[in-house]
C-alpha cells in the first residue's frame, strides 16, 4: 500500500511549518511594561480657609535634579480643592523617567480662576535619592500685596539662612553661599562656598531671574558640594523676589520659597 502521494502526507510540512509559526508568535509576544511609580500625598492649608467651588488643587512632580536647568515636570494631578482637609493627590509617575540618584520634588497649589491664592513654600523629595512615595504638603497664601520695585536687594551681599526651608547650620563667614546684584552691568556674582557664582540678572519689580554665566569646570572641595548644587539651582530657578522682614525670600514662578537670605554687607 502506497501512502506518499495521500493528501495528509503531502500536507505535514505546510502543518509543521504554520505550528512552529505560532510557537514563534507566542514566544515573541512582548513583556508587559512595568507599572509606573507612584506618588501618594496629602494636602492642607495654613489657618482656616473657605474656598470656593470653582478652586482647585494641582499638584506635581518635578525632576529638581540639575541646579544648572529648569526643573522639568514628570507627573501633575488635578482635582477639586473645596472639600474637608486634608485633600488627597495621586500621581503615577513613568519609572523610566527616575533615576536612583536623582532628586524629584512635590509642589502644590491653589488655582482660582487661574489664579494661584495658596502655594507649598518648601519643596518635599519623592522617589530617587529620597526613597520617599508619600508627601504631606502644606500650603501657605500667596502674599499678594504690592511691593514697590527698589534698588534695595541690589549691592548687597545676601548670605544664605535657609535653603528648601531648612536652616543653613552655623559656619563662618567664607564658607557661607552668597550672592550680589551688581546695579552696574546687571551682573550677579557671589559663591555656593566653594566655587563663585558670576552671571547676569534681570530685575523688574518683583520680576527677578539670574542666569549664570559660561560653564566652566568646578572645583571639588572639602565643602558640602550636595548644598552648593542645591544653591545654585535654587537661583537658577528664581523668578520672583520678596522681602520677609528685613530679609529676602527667593521664589519660584509659583511664589513657592527657595531660599531665603540676611544682608550682611552693602557694597
Known sequence: MTI??????ARRPL?????????????????????????????????????????VLEVSVADVSRADARATTLAR???PASGPQPLRFTLPVDRKLVQERGSYSVRAEILVDGKALY?????????????????????????????????RIENVRWALVALDGQPLPPQDAASTPYFVLNAEGNRV???GGCNALVGTYTLNGQALQMLRGPRRELQVCAADMERERAFMF?????EQWAMQGTRLRLLDRLGAQVALFEARTAL
Do not use: I
Open 189 to 191: 556674582t557671589g559663591s
Open 119 to 151: 502655594v507649598t513654600d518648601s519643596a518635599y523629595l519623592v522617589l530617587g535619592h529620597s526613597g520617599n512615595t508619600q508627601a504631606d504638603v502644606l500650603l501657605r497664601p500667596v502674599d499678594t500685596r504690592a511691593q514697590p520695585a527698589s534698588p
Open 15 to 55: 502543518l509543521a511549518a504554520l505550528a512552529a509559526g505560532l510557537l514563534m508568535s507566542a514566544c515573541a509576544t512582548p513583556a508587559p511594561t512595568e507599572p509606573p511609580l507612584t506618588v501618594t500625598g496629602t494636602a492642607r492649608f495654613d489657618g482656616q480657609v473657605v474656598l470656593p467651588p470653582t478652586a
Open 234 to 238: 535654587a537661583l537658577a530657578t528664581t
Open 4 to 9: 506518499s502521494n495521500s493528501p495528509l502526507f
Open 77 to 79: 494631578f488635578t482635582g
